[in-house]
Nanobody, 127 residues
Framework: QVHLVESGGGLVQAGGSLRLTCAAS????????MGWFRQAPGKERDFVAA????????YYSNSVKGRFTISRDNAKNMVHLQMNRLKPDDTAVYYC????????????????????WGQGTQVTVSS
């Protein structure tokens, strides 16, 4: 059974930082690309960042590029999202996701290409 469990969300002031962590089942982690998505109230779920199975490639949405960093620890079956210089627009539920197929420019941003999802963690940025 596959499990993805997010942690690290919370309330932070604008300009602050948070580090999200996703713990994954060992059965999938080493062979899956990992991604982070977010969904704000009343909006669709949007791509945030992704990292390839070996950590060699990363992708970011334009809205977070330069502020967020995705990384993975394959020894611990964890993926992290370091979020710096947070803005109120970053407020959302953040979801960890895994996919079996390799990342690509065409499909990395498409949430329908991800096979496994966590339950989400709330991030709230106050102004």
């Amino acid at each position: 059974q596959v499990h993805l469990v997010e942690s690290g969300g919370g309330l932070v002031q604008a300009g602050g930082s948070l580090r999200l962590t996703c713990a994954a089942s060992a059965s999938i982690f080493s062979t899956n690309a990992m991604g982070w998505f977010r969904q704000a109230p009343g909006k669709e779920r949007d791509f945030v960042a992704a990292i390839s199975d070996n950590g060699g490639s990363t992708y970011y949405s334009n809205s977070v590029k330069g502020r967020f960093t995705i990384s993975r620890d394959n020894a611990k079956n964890m993926v992290h999202l370091q979020m710096n210089r947070l803005k109120p627009d970053d407020t959302a539920v953040y979801y960890c996701a895994a996919r079996r197929i390799p990342l690509s420019l065409k499909t990395t941003y498409d949430d329908s290409t991800y096979d496994y999802w966590g339950q989400g963690t709330q991030v709230t940025v106050s102004s």
